[in-house]
């Protein structure tokens, strides 16, 4: 069993709606959580960085982590066409160290 | 653009040969990290380097080496290569110190096939 599953997809969905990325993970010495956006041909961006459980909203995206469910989840509101991407979600005990990524998720979003 | 460097972004070599891959980290940034992707296996950490000293292993083989030199650019050089080496290589820096460093900037990758 891998530390960290995700979803491959693909994941299309229509312009404006609500997408929901999810991952969950065995370690539970997991502390710093990430998402990473991928465009084709291009090296993984960091979109939002998470220390611990809660929320973090950053304009149309929200990541959470649920560490009693070993569960974390990026939301993008309003999904726009240059959302498409891979989004890949990944974890650390000690910061940006040793990342552990999830395999990512293929997102199309279609106007 | 991440202002990281990596060359070449393509290379297409056969079975049992050796390769080096070259990264330049952006400007001021100390440590350099070399990543593997691959369909099947997704994302995987190799191995980081901290102003020239080795700092951090990870699912490296022993048929690869890395090493980053005084002016903090850093090589991954790959050899015996085997099909299964095919994938993007892909070379991230950052800012702070060997710990619990800052945010990685990625490059582009090198996409490597092995026939």
């Known amino acids: 069993q891998k530390e960290v599953e995700q979803d491959p997809g693909p994941l299309s969905v229509p312009e404006g709606a609500i997408v929901s990325l999810n991952c969950t993970y065995s370690?539970?010495?997991?502390?710093?959580f990430m998402w990473y956006r991928q465009y084709s041909r291009k090296g993984p961006e960091l979109l939002m960085y998470?220390?611990?459980?809660g929320n973090k909203e950053d304009g149309r995206f929200t990541a959470q982590v649920d560490k009693s469910s070993k569960y974390i989840s990026l939301f993008i509101r309003d999904s726009q066409p240059s959302d498409s991407a891979t989004y890949l979600c990944?974890?650390?005990?000690?910061?940006?160290?040793?990342?552990?990524f999830g395999a990512g998720t293929r997102l199309a979003v279609h106007p | 653009d991440s202002g990281v460097t990596q060359t070449p972004k393509h290379l297409i070599t056969a079975t049992g040969q050796r390769v080096t891959l070259r990264c330049s980290p952006r400007?001021?940034?100390?440590?350099v990290y070399w990543y593997q992707q691959s369909l099947d296996q997704g994302l995987q950490f190799l191995i980081q380097?901290?102003?020239?000293?080795?700092?951090a292993k990870g699912n490296i083989l022993e048929r690869f080496s890395a090493q980053q030199f005084p002016d903090l650019h850093s090589e991954l050089n790959l050899s015996s290569l085997e099909l299964g080496d095919s994938a993007l290589y892909f070379c991230?820096?950052?800012?702070?110190?060997?710990?619990?460093?800052?945010?990685?900037?990625f490059g582009e990758g090198s996409r490597l096939t092995v026939l």
């Open positions: 991230a820096s950052s800012g702070q110190g060997p710990g619990n460093t800052g945010e990685l900037f």
């Open positions: 370690n539970s010495a997991f502390q710093y």
């Open positions: 998470t220390y611990s459980s």
């Open positions: 990944a974890m650390s005990p000690w910061g940006y160290n040793k990342l552990i």
């Open positions: 400007s001021g940034d100390l440590s």
């Open positions: 380097y901290y102003n020239g000293e080795e700092r």
